[in-house]
């Protein structure tokens, strides 16, 4: 089936530094998610993405839609102690939603 | 709106009982669907719902029932619980159609011992 690649696993960063995550895939895609998970809730939706080559941005948060449209990648600028918690991207090319395994973010003061 | 309501928040079983995670929505969202979350594993898709009366299986639908007599309403059943079942279960919704922007309940944390 299809399948996420979501890197990195995990990241240490200082207040006020850029943030860089992506996912890749073998498969194209039609629709990109990115969500945020606070410790203990549920994901809530960040950023979507419908067509390729497509930049969006969400205050400090920018995503983009892979040209080849197996790739996306998020971006979180001058981070804070808030931005804590799990990102996961989600795909969807004519099948349910297929998630990648999350990347994990730690905000050093 | 409440949006995705999901109860219980936390749970304990014993190895052989079962149990009805319910979820609703109201945001008539025709789509809805279950996952678990294990550590390490991403999101899991168990099974899912495009409308009232109309159901399909996900990834790990093993161990899982569900049914969808409402369009707000989507429990999912342990018939039979397993330690393997341990995890934190999520319920999410949508519109149907070209917007896929789900929406996810807070969560049940389900212990089987």
């Known amino acids: 089936g299809q399948q996420l690649n979501q890197s990195p696993q995990s990241m240490f960063i200082q207040e006020g530094e850029d943030v860089s995550m992506n996912c890749t895939s073998s498969?194209?895609?039609?629709?990109w998610l990115w969500y945020k998970q606070d410790p203990g809730e549920g994901p809530v939706l960040l950023i979507a993405?419908?067509?390729?080559?497509e930049l969006t941005s969400n205050g400090r948060l920018t995503a983009q839609f892979g040209i080849t449209r197996k790739d996306s990648f998020l971006n979180i600028s001058a981070s804070i102690p808030s931005d804590v918690g799990i990102y996961f991207c989600?795909?969807?090319?004519?099948?349910?939603?297929?998630f990648g395994k999350g990347t994990r973010l730690s905000v050093i003061a | 709106n409440a949006g995705v309501t999901q109860t219980p928040k936390f749970q304990v079983l014993k190895t052989g009982q079962s149990m009805t995670l319910q979820c609703a929505q109201d945001?008539?969202?025709?789509?809805m669907s279950w996952y678990r979350q294990d550590p390490g594993m991403g999101l899991r898709l168990i099974h899912y719902?495009?409308?009232?009366?109309?159901?399909d299986q996900g990834e790990v639908p093993n161990g899982y029932n569900v049914s969808r007599s409402t369009t707000e309403d989507f429990p999912l059943r342990l018939l039979s619980a397993a330690p393997s079942q341990t995890s934190v279960y999520f319920c999410?919704?949508?519109?149907?159609?070209?917007?896929?922007?789900?929406?996810f309940g807070p969560g049940t944390r389900l212990t089987v011992t």
């Open positions: 999410a919704s949508r519109v149907a159609g070209a917007s896929y922007e789900q929406y």
């Open positions: 498969s194209i895609f039609n629709t």
């Open positions: 993405l419908y067509k390729a080559g």
């Open positions: 989600a795909g969807q090319l004519n099948t349910p939603l297929v």
């Open positions: 945001m008539n969202h025709e789509y």
């Open positions: 719902s495009v409308g009232a009366g109309i159901t």
